[in-house]
């Protein structure tokens, strides 16, 4: 078989500019790479070359940067990262758009809210956490054959498609003032549980059998760290890669607390 | 110790979450290992949709029959056929319990699971949410898995990479008792004991270098059990998809969905015309699918459409601009539509690529993108061949009692070719099916458990694990794992992809023996002991090496050409000699594998000509005849 062919291959350098750190507990430092990037490089490509040729600009031999990855696509959410202080996924970062001339600089550096394992990469538990919180699933009976499930409209289904694209990056919760970062796992249950696992609580609940469980996903939200941590900064509905409408499931969820807790008080379930 | 009967999960995409939901159901405990966050599997990656039987299709004279001998026929008769009697008949219960999980399965005005049409098919019978369906299971069973780990049921290890199966002979023989494992940030190794081991890790296109697969997809767990003496089969057969995007880091896929929704393949009738596509008018368009195959058209099978692609530009010298890419055009079905039912393939290509599909035409070209090869597997069959027996212990059990293998890296189902949308299908009917077997297996069939059993047996294997490990960090050679890696890639992609020729097979076989000496002199730049990727990617590297030459000697050995193996020097399919799975068997004194031939049961339906109903070939639209290389 043959190469696909590619346009007429220029190449031109871009410094990287790298915040790196060995382990926890140990202090940052940045590296700097030249790397010689082709039309059509991406952030991934550039840190599969410096992997190959791990050399700081200063001469230094270093070593392949740690990051997360997978598939490359923006349909994983693993290699999220800042670039140039921005939240995204670095697969889809065409170096052209960022950094278009011959000497531009990268600067690239782990998410700030969650804890540093290595490098770029950083530990993203309580984000899975927090849809454990909120009961993010349909309870099902089991796998055996009980027919298909509730009907949906067209228009249902392109809401809760759109909800269910949420690949768990955490670019909202990185660009959201109220999430902060929780080293300790025992205080995940306290801390703001963020605008994916909001928008995740509306999803299951408008599905014909998610909801049923939806009282327990609105008690989660009334509690410590619920939806009363939201400070309405509007940022994660902007970073979202998959422009899911994180803004309006707040509001959803915050009518269904409110009307939620007005029929508590009175009918006391 | 914990001394309850567990079994052990190893890949959390949709087979292993399929598979563990239904143990996990059946009552036992499940350990589930991925080297990702289970919700980051390469499931994730699939687009199209999942096929199935449907009340519509019904009526226009389809069945799970007819679904049964498209699959058959596409795979050019290789596959075992009662395993894939049995799976169609699933898909549709499948499709029900996926809706009742909640996935957004399109749907038309009347509330109704949307369909489309797919390769190899002329019924509509693809079920679909948007063009990113992968996802949309993947999430749906992650969630399963997350309501059973919060009740405890399941623990997950994430983030830990499978190193090893451990295995115990006794009087009764061998059997699969547990897993050696490393945390690949903490880089502790450790050993894991269970009744029962599932090889739940999909395909192997990253030994193809650049490939629609995800970075994880090295093979290097399937090849670690065939180094441990589990047999692998089809090795050579690997899925060149025809529509993929070029780029420097992969190739992204562009779905069969693209096609089956009315996206039409062609090439500028003249060489090197390097007019904008827009403005070449209908008339000097070579939709050379549709003109070929007049019955599919462009949707075709994929080896058909990938060998075609690869003969307008590399044979006949018609590819866009004279270089290796034809048009993918959706240029004419509209915005809204692309958009309700592609949106988001178009937006893979709109962020990639950086043109709009809805007004481009798309540039494609093949791309290494899935193995219908993988570790051997047995099944029991109904009597009268029609379907497996429900629950049987050794439903896709490798040659290893004890040792499973699910979805992709299990090589049964698709034959010497598969269709699109039936890898979803395959992957969670492995884990609903045969996570009972896998059940039964331990709770019926197992006598002594693995708590019972001596720890030298785990500790031995966790040494010799380690002594990979040491001997990795403290090699002081020069060659880089990356380099030798990149050879790789290309040499695969050279020799063992869309033609092939016993001539081209010996020379990468060549090839790739002096990488292997080359791999005994690498050195890493990182020596430390801490989130060690470089570590990671190394040990990879030489389990890919001996999985490389599985596919290469399965490919020398099959004279013949069918499905996606094509050799020039024996174009025909020969049922007569090679009707038959290729079983390789690790030799540890010479670490080649020794291959053998199985029949196929083709009991249900005889083999016939696969032709597509192809129109008389001119000399113009003859095979590809030469092997090319990079």
């Known amino acids: 078989m043959v190469a696909p062919t590619t346009e007429a291959l220029q190449t031109r350098s871009v410094r990287f500019r790298i915040k790196r750190q060995d382990r926890p507990g140990l202090p940052w430092r940045w590296e700097s790479f030249d790397v010689p990037v082709e039309p059509g490089a991406n952030v991934i490509s550039c840190l599969q070359w410096i992997a190959a040729n791990p050399r700081t600009i200063d001469g230094r ?173 509007q940022n994660c509905v902007k970073v979202c890669p998959k422009d899911i409408p994180l803004t309006e499931s707040i509001a959803a969820i915050g009518r269904a607390v409110t009307i939620h807790s007005i029929r508590k008080f009175f009918t006391g379930k | ?352 690529v950086g043109e709009d599909p809805a007004l481009v035409p798309m540039k494609i070209f093949p791309g290494v993108h899935y193995s219908m090869g993988g570790l051997w597997t047995q099944y029991t069959a109904k009597d009268d061949l029609r379907g497996m027996a429900m629950g049987s212990a050794n439903s896709m059990m490798t040659n290893i009692p004890g040792l499973y293998a699910f979805g992709e890296v299990n090589y049964q189902y698709h034959g010497a070719n598969r269709l699109g949308a039936n890898a979803l299908l395959s992957c969670i009917f492995d884990g609903l099916f045969c996570g009972a077997g896998v059940a039964n297996y331990v709770l019926e069939v197992v006598t002594t458990t693995s708590a019972r059993l001596d720890q030298s047996v785990y500790d031995a294997a966790v040494r010799q694990q380690q002594e990979i490990v040491d001997r990795l960090i403290n090699g002081r050679g020069m060659e880089s794992p990356y380099q030798i890696g990149r050879e790789l890639g290309e040499e695969m992609t050279a020799a063992s992809t869309v033609v092939k020729s016993e001539q081209r097979l010996l020379q990468a076989i060549e090839a790739l023996q002096q990488l292997q000496g080359r791999y005994q002199s690498i050195g890493l730049s990182d020596t430390g002991m801490w989130t060690n990727q470089n570590l990671c990617y190394a040990r990879a590297l030489g389990d890919m090496l001996k999985l490389a030459e599985v596919i290469l000697q399965g490919g020398i050995d099959r004279k013949e050409s069918r499905g996606a193996h094509y050799r020039t020097d024996f174009p025909d399919r020969d049922d007569a000699n090679f009707l038959k799975t290729t079983v390789a068997k690790y030799d540890p004194d010479t670490g080649r594998p020794e291959i053998f031939l199985e029949p196929v049961e083709t009991g249900l339906v005889p083999p016939r000509a696969r032709t597509y109903g192809k129109v008389a070939a001119s000399t113009e639209t003859s095979r590809p005849t030469e092997t090319v290389s990079v």
């Not at chain 1, 690239?108 to 969650?114: A, T, Y």
């Not at chain 2, 499948?94 to 098919?121: A, H, K, W, Y």
């Open chain 1, 61 to 233: 031999d270093s070593n392949p940067v740690a990051y997360d990855a997978g598939c490359l696509e923006e349909v994983c959410g693993a290699c999220t990262m800042l670039i140039n202080g921005q939240v995204r996924q670095s697969c889809s970062c065409l170096i052209d758009q960022y950094a278009p001339k011959d000497g531009d600089v990268m600067r690239l550096e782990p998410m700030s809210k969650f804890p540093v394992v290595r490098d770029l990469m950083v530990d993203r538990q309580r984000l899975f956490h927090a849809l454990t919180r909120t009961k993010a699933w349909v309870p099902i009976d089991g796998t055996y054959h009980l027919g298909p499930g509730p009907q949906d409209t067209p228009q249902s289904q392109q809401v809760r498609y759109k909800l269910s694209e949420c690949m768990s990056c955490g670019c909202c919760l990185e660009a959201c003032p109220q999430y902060k970062l929780e080293e300790h796992e025992s205080r995940w249950d306290k801390a703001f549980i963020g605008a994916h696992a909001i928008s995740q609580a509306r999803l299951f609940n408008e599905h014909g059998t998610g909801n049923v469980l939806a009282s327990d996903r609105l008690e989660t939200m009334i509690g410590p760290g619920g939806i009363s941590d939201c400070g309405n900064a």
């Open chain 2, 1 to 352: 110790m914990n001394t309850q009967k567990r079994v052990i999960m190893v890949g959390g995409g949709l087979a292993g979450l399929a598979g563990t939901i239904r143990i996990a159901e059946a009552g036992l405990p499940v350990d589930l290992f991925s080297m990702v966050p289970v919700k980051r599997s390469h499931s994730v990656c699939a687009q199209g949709g999942i096929n199935a039987a449907n009340d519509i299709a019904r009526q226009q004279g389809y069945s799970e029959y007819e679904h049964f001998d498209e699959t058959i026929y596409g795979g050019d008769f290789l596959q075992h056929q009662p395993p894939v009697y049995e799976m169609v008949h699933w898909a549709p219960k499948i499709i029900d319990l996926l809706d009742r999980m909640g996935v957004p399965f399109n749907r038309t005005t009347e509330s109704q699971r949307d369909l489309r049409l797919f390769g190899g098919s002329l019924y509509k019978r693809t079920h679909f949410a948007g063009a990113t369906t992968g996802q949309q299971l993947l999430y749906a069973l992650d969630e399963q898995v997350r309501r059973w780990e919060a009740q405890g049921k399941v623990n997950k290890y994430e983030y830990w990479e499978f190193l090893w199966p451990v295995l115990e002979t006794d009087d009764s023989g061998r059997r699969c008792v547990g897993i050696i494992a490393q945390d690949v940030r903490t880089m502790q190794i450790r050993a894991f004991r269970a009744e029962a081991v599932v090889i739940a890790t999909g395909g192997c296109g990253m030994i193809f270098g650049k490939s629609t697969n995800s970075v994880m997809c090295t093979g290097a767990a399937a090849s670690r059990c065939y180094q441990a003496g589990a047999w692998y089969a089809n090795g050579e057969f690997i899925q060149v998809h025809p529509t993929a995007i070029p780029g420097a880091d992969k190739l992204r896929l562009m779905s069969e969905s693209a096609r089956g929704e009315g996206g039409r393949v062609w090439v500028p009738r003249t060489k090197a015309d390097r007019r904008d596509p827009r403005d070449i008018p209908e008339n000097q368009r070579f939709y050379f699918l549709e003109e070929k195959y007049p019955k599919y058209g462009n949707i075709v099978p994929r080896d058909i459409a990938t060998r075609e692609i690869f003969d307008i530009c590399v044979n006949q010298g018609l590819g866009v601009g004279g270089g290796n890419m034809v048009y993918l055009d959706l240029t004419h079905l509209g915005r809204e539509y692309l958009e309700l039912k592609l949106g988001g393939i178009i937006e893979i290509y709109r962020k990639f």
